[in-house]
T-cell receptor, first 114, second 116 residues
Framework: AQSVTQLDSHVSVSEGTPVLLRCNYSSSYSPSLFWYVQHPNKGLQLLLKYTSAATLVKGINGFEAEFKKSETSFHLTKPSAHMSDAAEYFC????????????FGTGTRLQVTL | NAGVMQNPRHLVRRRGQEARLRCSPM?????VYWYRQLPEEGLKFMVYLQKENIIDESGMPKERFSAEFPKEGPSILRIQQVVRGDSAAYFC??????????????FGQGTRLTVV
């Protein structure tokens, strides 16, 4: 069984300040982990993914995430928030094998203020 | 290479009618997943299909919901006798032939179903 817990349902930051969106996972196997972003009334876009290579993963739009096995965490960070980053962010875990489905966290809504 | 195409984007149905949601995966992708997103919630897995086969339907409600992915044509999610609680955004995702845990799934824009 696999699951993810997003620790904050809402995060508000000022433009230009760092972003931290927290995610903890649970998996019976070495997981694959993803962060997806969803802008209002839009589909989902992949930000980055971890697949057991480098533990620090760089994604699009300046986002990165660090896989920490000892803490079972995969937090998403960005050094400087931009207004266009305001969206819903989902941490996602996938199992292994060819019949793997994605399990989504409940999401974190990022608000960016001036 | 077009992305995952879902249609319609918006669908309004009266209670008791049928809703048919279509998903055309990306070219070369033979794995399709359907997810449902209720307001203010994350995406919940419904069903995973390969061509002509249902691989995992553990997230599908036992009644009124069905899914198919025929040899030719799009994947269809069918909801019979819709009720207000079926109102949600339904997302389709696809992944390549050799899908697996580390393979990215590409999502469509979703179909927003409103039951009135």
């Amino acid at each position: 069984a696999q699951s993810v817990t997003q620790l904050d349902s809402h995060v508000s930051v000022s433009e230009g300040t760092p972003v931290l969106l927290r995610c903890n996972y649970s998996s019976s196997y070495s997981p694959s982990l993803f962060w997806y972003v969803q802008h209002p009334n839009k589909g989902l876009q992949l930000l980055l993914k971890y697949t057991s290579a480098a533990t620090l993963v760089k994604g699009i739009n300046g986002f990165e995430a660090e896989f920490k096995k000892s803490e079972t965490s995969f937090h998403l960070t960005k050094p400087s928030a931009h207004m266009s980053d305001a969206a819903e962010y989902f941490c996602v875990v996938s199992g292994t094998g060819t019949a793997s489905k994605l399990t989504f966290g409940t999401g974190t809504r990022l608000q960016v203020t001036l | 290479n077009a992305g995952v195409m879902q249609n319609p984007r918006h669908l309004v149905r009266r209670r008791g009618q049928e809703a048919r949601l279509r998903c055309s995966p990306m070219k070369g992708h033979s794995h399709v997943y359907w997810y449902r997103q209720l307001p203010e919630e994350g995406l919940k897995f419904m069903v995973y299909l390969q061509k002509e086969n249902i691989i995992d339907e553990s997230g599908m409600p036992k009644e009124r919901f069905s899914a198919e992915f025929p040899k030719e044509g799009p994947s269809i999610l069918r909801i019979q006798q819709v009720v207000r609680g079926d109102s949600a955004a339904y997302f389709c995702a696809s992944s390549p032939l050799m899908g697996g845990g580390n393979t990215e799934a590409f999502f469509g824009q979703g179909t927003r179903l409103t039951v009135v």
